[in-house]
């Protein structure tokens, strides 16, 4: 977190980027690493929901029940609660519970459950055919999973990644809240708490060029990955 | 070689078990084509996924060259299938990979070293003419060739069966010849057993060495596919038949429905049969065909008599069987329905049996 000598009056335009940079920076590393640990945890278990689900590969309706029912209360908490809520277990697992460390723990976890059904969903959508040709070829399962299931869904979950992304660059802002740090603090801090508009609009135009990006890039990538669309409009 | 005996599927468990194919026994002989027909829900998908054993038979056995096949476990499913090739109903190819990384993808399976498998990919393309398609992805391709893809990649393994679902459902009459044409060609290459499924009969008859009809799971009837042409009693033979509209009969004459009964009818079987009688016969429709060498057909006539005997009695000395019709002039061919099964006979005993069947095989 930043160290600033915080003035009465707003911030002038002049010391905007030495306190808009760090938290900047802030957000980036708690959404950085809030994405690796959603993209390692929650691309294999939306794979295993999607497969112990009825007509999956490894169909297990008592598990897939359990399962979904777990992510959908870890969806169904609005993120603010989630938080609040989990803080004897972010303290266990970081020993703090204020700071970048302790919201990733829930932003992780939240994002988790999210990124799960992103998942699911996708594979979803990959006709069910697929999955017979890859049985017929004499795929394994993690074959079938991997080369069939997962490659054909990759343009959809990368379109899901988008808006995850997005949705995680939100929560770090209310993450912001419980001292994260980050843009989100700032606005809250220096924008709502002491009405310096300067710095509100400054955050508001970073946050909605960084979405504009990520949504950019997330359709550039869905684009890539789609044969028909990279090759149709060139 | 393909035998299937007392093969028995059924879905769900309880009041709401549904037995798909009922103690049905079946046989392929090495180098045939046997084309599966029926109605929507025989079960005749069911029928190809007990062989390759996507699915699990309920009870009965599925050998295929010598090896039973139902009682394996998964992983040597695995290698089994391997040398069953499997053609599915079109828009089965992955949208991401390319003609030649679809075709791969039996090979990536088996571990084979990417140049071997360039190499077999190479030789694949080139096998059902597409050489020049090697990079394209599924989108880019027609339906036909798409169909051809999907040729290729059931026989990367080099397969000593082949499987085909609906293989030609949804390309137009062009496009099924030369698929059906590229599949006896590699039957003959290649000397594949193949089990040919489709609703078309016309595909059939191009396609098929014999022919066998799964009504309620079981097979009612089959035979070669000459033996059924010339037959005028078999109801698979005679909706084996191209029967399209014909033309109105004139007045003072009789609608008759004639086939070619044996396979030696003569050219000039009109001639003979209108000398015979002495009288009119018109020629309101015929569809006539070389098929395995063998002329056969059918024909719609207005014969200017009402003796019914001495009528069929000419046809017969032609190796013509006939019926009246005294319908209304048919509409486009009559197809493989319920209605028509009922009529036939075969069904005698053949009900869908629900639940139960579990304990009565077992
Ligand atoms: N996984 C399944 N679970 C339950 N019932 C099934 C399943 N698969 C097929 N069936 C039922 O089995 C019957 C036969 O299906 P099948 O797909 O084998 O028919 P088909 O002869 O291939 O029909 P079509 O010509 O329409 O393709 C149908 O009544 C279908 O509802
Ligand atoms: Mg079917």
């Known amino acids: 977190m930043s160290a600033v000598i915080l003035p009465r009056a707003d911030v002038p335009l002049a010391d905007l980027p030495a306190l808009l940079l760090p938290a900047y920076g802030e957000t980036v590393t708690m959404v950085g690493i809030v994405m690796v640990v959603v993209l390692v945890v929650g691309t294999p278990l939306g794979v295993l929901l999607h497969n112990v689900a009825p007509g999956g590969l490894y169909e297990r309706p008592a598990l897939h029940a359990v399962l979904s029912w777990i992510i959908s209360i870890g969806r169904s908490l609005p993120f603010l609660i989630l938080m609040a809520a989990i803080v004897p277990f972010t303290r266990f697992i970081t020993g703090t519970n204020i700071g970048i460390a302790a919201a990733v723990v829930p932003m992780s976890l939240a994002g988790i459950a999210f990124f799960t059904r992103i998942v699911e969903n996708a594979l979803r959508s990959v006709p069910p055919s697929i999955v017979q040709v890859a049985r017929a070829a004499g795929g394994s399962n993690l074959q079938i999973m991997r080369s069939a299931q997962f490659s054909e869904a990759i343009p959809a979950v990368i379109g899901g990644l988008t808006i995850q992304v997005i949705a995680m660059i939100e929560y770090s802002a209310i993450a912001g809240t419980i001292g994260a740090g980050g843009i989100g603090y700032v606005a809250v801090t220096y924008g709502y708490q002491r009405f310096d508009n300067t710095v509100m609009l400054a955050t508001i135009v970073i946050l909605v060029v960084t979405v504009a990006v990520v949504q950019i890039a997330g359709d550039r990538l869905v684009r890539l990955t789609t044969p028909q669309k990279r090759l149709q409009h060139t | ?362």
């Open chain 2, 1 to 362: 070689m393909i035998t299937l005996r007392q093969l028995t599927k059924t879905y769900g468990r309880g009041g709401t078990a549904v037995t798909v194919l009922d103690r049905l026994d079946f046989e392929v002989p090495t180098g045939r084509i046997a084309a599966v027909v029926g109605p929507s829900g025989a079960g005749k998908s069911t029928l190809a996924q007990c062989i390759n054993l996507l699915e699990r038979p309920t009870s009965g056995s599925v050998v295929v060259n010598g090896e039973e096949l139902s009682g394996l476990p998964e992983k040597r499913l695995r290698e089994a299938r391997r040398r069953i090739g499997t053609v599915f109903q079109s828009s089965s190819l992955l949208s991401r990979r390319t003609a030649a990384e679809n075709i791969a993808l039996p090979l990536e399976y088996l571990g084979v070293t990417p140049n071997e498998a360039r190499a077999r990919v190479a030789e694949l393309l080139d096998r059902v003419g597409l050489a020049d398609k090697a990079g394209h992805y599924p989108f880019q391709l027609s339906g036909g060739q798409a169909q051809r893809v999907g040729i290729a990649r059931a026989l990367a393994l080099r397969p000593s069966i082949l499987l085909a679902d609906e293989a030609t459902s949804g390309l137009d009459p062009d496009t099924t010849r030369s698929v059906v044409g590229l599949i006896r060609q590699l039957r003959d290459d290649l000397d594949l057993t193949v089990v040919f499924i489709t609703h078309e009969m016309d595909t059939v008859r191009q396609v098929a060495d014999t022919v066998a009809r799964l009504d309620h799971g079981r097979i009612v009837e089959q035979g070669t596919l000459v033996e059924l042409l010339t037959s005028h009693e078999s109801q698979l033979g005679r909706s084996l038949q191209p029967r399209r509209g014909h033309a109105g009969p004139e007045a003072g004459t009789r609608t008759w429905f004639v086939t070619y009964d044996s396979t030696v009818v003569p050219g000039d079987w009109i001639q003979r049969v209108t000398a015979d009688l002495g009288t009119a016969v018109h020629l309101l429709g015929a569809s006539v065909e070389t098929v395995h060498g063998v002329n056969t057909g059918s024909a719609t006539l207005g014969i200017g008599t009402d003796d019914d005997a001495r009528v069929a009695a000419a046809l017969a000395r032609c190796g013509l069987s006939g019926t009246p019709d005294d319908g209304p002039p048919l509409g486009p061919r009559a197809s493989l329905g319920s209605a028509d099964a009922v009529s036939g006979g075969f069904l005698a005993g053949a009900g869908r049996v629900r639940t139960g069947t579990l304990e009565d095989v077992a």
